[in-house]
């Protein structure tokens, strides 16, 4: 089994950081590739950003790229999303997830966490 917990949300305004963390469980989670997704209200869960077991590869949705950096530290079973230059448009709860199956990007996430809220004001 494998569980995730993300912690690190809450109010910022625009222009703003935040660092957002995903503890998992498990011995085998150096082998999963991981993603960070948000949902908005009323719109569809997006892809936020990814990366690979290795941490040696990572993927951008483009409407993030250049302000958010996702990374792991395998040693401590973490996965971060540092965002910076937060806007409005990034108000969304953050989900981390888990690609149990070995494959190439696109992942197929099948382990989710709770969500933690990001809510960036004007």
């Known amino acids: 089994q494998v569980q995730l917990v993300e912690s690190g949300g809450g109010l910022v305004q625009a222009g703003g950081s935040l660092r957002l963390s995903c503890v998992g469980s498990?011995?085998?989670?150096?082998?999963?590739?991981m993603g960070w997704l948000r949902h908005a209200p009323g719109e569809e869960r997006k892809f936020v950003a990814a990366i690979s077991w290795s941490g040696e590869k990572t993927y951008y949705a483009d409407s993030v790229k250049g302000r958010f950096t996702i990374s792991r530290d395998n040693a401590e079973n973490t996965v971060y999303l540092q965002m910076n230059s937060l806007k409005p448009e990034d108000t969304a709860v953050y989900y981390c997830a888990a690609d149990s199956f070995p494959r190439a990007f696109p992942y197929d996430y099948d382990y989710w966490g709770q969500g933690t809220q990001v809510t960036v004001s004007s």
């Open positions: 498990g011995r085998t989670f150096s082998s999963l590739a």
